[in-house]
């Protein structure tokens, strides 16, 4: 049962270090008298709700002596979130206990680039009586936490769900504040210019940006060019995202590549899809982690993970653990050998059928030329050789286009925004 | 009618090249009287025990809330085994799921897919029983209030997927469209997520599959379809080897408790 403190004072402070001043509350309580508690802030004026109180209330309880008459929460205006614990990067050391375990995963194969669903936000909101937008705040939380995990573990590029275009369906309210918390963390991104370098994070934005507001995308694509040189881990944000669509634009891109005349219908290929898809920077994720119990992939990165380990834990996205990741981690260790072999496998047939349609290119080739006559096989094996480097040629100089092409749409969004 | 219905498994491949041969072979009913002798007498001998079995099964089918149109059967291991692949088709069939799909990445099903075949005729007849007309109609009449529901259980498709089905087809689907843009048929504009689906759908009447139940120890789809696997539900079992009906059904029973928000 919840005890009612006789007074509850709101302190309405300017900066998260503030530990004392004088309390700017908002509408009725009385100056406090007792000296304050120290206790911890709550990120946001507006996120302040009847429900939201009775929680910090709840979880102070415990923590406080209860002949406290006087219940202080510190609540930030909403012009002030330098609040440190909302940062993208985090500083921080492991304890002892998982830094062992850290170094015993780590004696073992880790993946080298982990996709997270970072399911149930919403879920933990409802369970803790919050509103939804603290759920995601919460869950922003655990990403930046999480990367810190994983910056110990070695593991050096993350890939997360962040914003589904099926999201976009959902009600106007939850949308605009999904929209709002991007834009203060990519704000939050810029200020953290030192930090980002001193890691050496790069940070990519994947999906179709042309979907959101327009100072959203400015601002993102500022943070892309910020971080693009950056190269020791990488961040991979898919907002506006899904692997259908994800495709799609490959195949639309591939199909204008065509119409350019830079490559032919012909030269469309596995390794050239996947090189033009919106993750063509990175390599296929080894792991794929989906919380809340959840058991489907919910068109995330359906063409990139046919070869990955799949791990669905129940654990609510916000309550994950660094050992919820050593225990996906140690998932990925039992699969490596099975899903190596398979992988290679794959190579090998997809190489297979590269040389098949090569093949076939020069056949009706040769066959054009020579009106119908059999060419011999030394004259055939020359000729798909000089067929492979032309359509290699091709290729290259068309992707080298398609990235230029996108290269171009972050700085003139960036130019855009220096001219308004 | 409905005998030939019970007895008739169209094997499909998802490919086209693979279509033409197995639909001549497959959409022969199976004649009745073909049947080896000792399957006549395991079904005379078990024809009680067939019966109540399907009723059972036809009112498990009925009592989940939400059965999947189309089920995958991944296998991840090493060994197949036909004949328990055979009877997770024949039990799928019986509670009323009319897509089967069975895969594995070295593609090995669907090159040995007339032994599967063979098998699931023959856990058909042993499972089922009852190549009796009758038989059906009165299952239809007391165990059932919705015969639309039975009939479309009776002709069940069976798909037999090798990897060249996942990202293989999709390349072939981007080449195909590029070659329209190339003769000028298209403009890489109209490209859109529907028509590539369209594309990558062999009938209008094959959705998506709803559930796929993946066997072996690898956590992994192994190549599956990726396009088609956008809301696929994956449940995981240890081995396809033994499998029992039970197990079968508790997996229903978690696909019946799964929910999905579809992004909202």
Not at chain 2, 229 to 249: A, C, G, M, Q
Request: aromatic letters at 8%.
């Amino acid at each position: 049962m919840l005890v009612c403190p006789l007074t509850l004072e709101l302190l309405l402070t300017d900066s998260p270090a503030e530990q004392k001043g004088q309390p700017l509350t908002p509408q009725t309580s009385k100056t406090s008298s007792v000296p304050l508690k120290k206790c911890e802030p709550i990120d946001d004026e507006r996120t302040v709700t009847p429900q939201r109180l009775k929680w910090e209330l709840h979880c102070r309880k415990s923590s406080m002596n209860s002949s406290a008459e006087v219940v202080v929460i510190k609540v930030f205006p909403s012009s002030v979130v330098s609040n440190p614990k909302m940062s993208w990067i985090r500083e921080g050391e492991l304890n002892l206990l998982e830094r062992i375990s850290a170094n015993i995963l780590m004696a073992g194969p880790m993946p080298k680039h982990v996709a997270f669903i970072m399911d149930g936000n919403r879920r933990f909101a409802h369970k803790k009586n919050m509103e939804r937008h603290d759920g995601h705040m919460q869950g922003f939380n655990k990403l930046a936490e999480t990367l810190l995990w994983c910056k110990h573990l070695n593991i050096p590029e993350v890939t997360v769900y962040a914003f589904s275009i099926e999201n976009f369906k959902r009600s106007k309210e939850e949308v605009d504040g999904l929209m709002e918390l991007a834009r203060q963390k990519f704000e939050k991104l810029l200020e953290e210019q030192e930090n980002l370098e001193k890691h050496g994070v790069c940070v990519r934005v994947l999906g179709d940006l042309n979907m959101l507001p327009l100072d959203l995308q400015q601002v993102i694509a500022k943070a892309v060019i910020m971080t693009k040189n950056h190269n020791k881990c990488f961040l991979n944000v898919c907002f506006a995202y899904t692997s259908r669509y994800e495709i799609t634009n490959a195949v639309r891109e591939m199909a204008s590549g065509v119409e350019q005349g830079l490559i032919k219908a012909s030269d469309v290929s596995e390794a050239l899809l996947s090189e033009c898809l919106y993750s063509n920077n990175s390599p296929n994720p080894d792991l794929l982690i989906r919380t809340s119990g959840e058991v489907r992939l919910s068109d995330f990165l359906l063409w990139q993970t046919s070869h990955s380990c799949l791990v669905f834990q129940s654990v609510l996205w916000p309550e994950y653990s660094f050992w919820n990741l050593c225990e996906a981690v140690v998932q990925y260790q039992l699969n490596h050998k099975s899903i190596q072999k398979a992988r290679e496998l794959h190579l090998e047939e997809q190489a297979l059928q590269q040389l098949e349609a090569d093949c076939a290119c020069v056949a009706e080739h040769l066959q054009h030329q020579g009106n119908g006559k059999p060419a011999d096989a030394q004259r055939r094996q020359e000729a798909l050789r000089h067929y492979t480097t032309a359509r290699e040629a091709r290729v290259q100089d068309f992707l080298q286009s398609l990235k230029r092409k996108r290269d171009s749409f972050f700085t003139d969004l960036c130019s855009e925004t220096v001219l308004t | 009618m409905a005998t030939v219905s019970w007895l008739r498994v169209r094997l499909q491949t998802w490919r086209g090249r693979f279509w033409q041969r197995t639909v001549a072979a497959l959409l022969l009913p199976v004649p009745v009287t073909e049947f080896p002798d000792y399957l006549k007498k395991a079904r005379d001998y078990d024809g009680k025990g067939a019966e109540s079995r399907r009723s059972r099964w036809i009112s498990d089918g009925n009592s989940l809330k939400k059965l999947p149109v189309h089920i995958g059967f991944v296998v991840a291991e090493e060994e197949l085994s036909y004949t328990d692949i055979a009877n997770l088709v024949v039990w799928c069939m019986a509670v009323g799921i009319s897509h089967v799909s069975v895969y594995d990445h070295h593609g090995i099903f669907q090159k040995n897919h007339v032994c599967l075949q063979e098998e699931i005729v023959k856990q058909q007849q042993s499972l089922l029983g009852g190549d009796d007309s009758r038989y059906n109609m009165d299952l239809l009449k007391n165990n059932t209030d919705k015969p639309q529901h039975f009939v479309v259980s009776c002709r069940p498709i069976v798909k037999v997927l090798s990897p060249e089905d996942g990202k293989h087809s999709i390349v072939q689907a981007a080449r195909k469209l590029c070659h329209s843009v190339e003769k000028k048929e298209w403009s890489a504009k109209d490209i859109s997520v529907s028509m590539l689906d369209i594309l990558l759908r062999e009938s209008k009447n094959t959705p998506d599959p709803e559930l796929v139940v993946k066997f072996g120890p690898v956590n992994s789809t192994l190549g599956f379809l990726p396009w088609h696997i956008r809301l696929t539900e994956f449940i995981s079992l240890p081995s396809h080897k033994n499998v029992s009906y039970e197990d079968l059904f508790t997996v229903l029973q978690q696909y019946n408790a799964c929910q999905q928000r579809l992004g909202q």
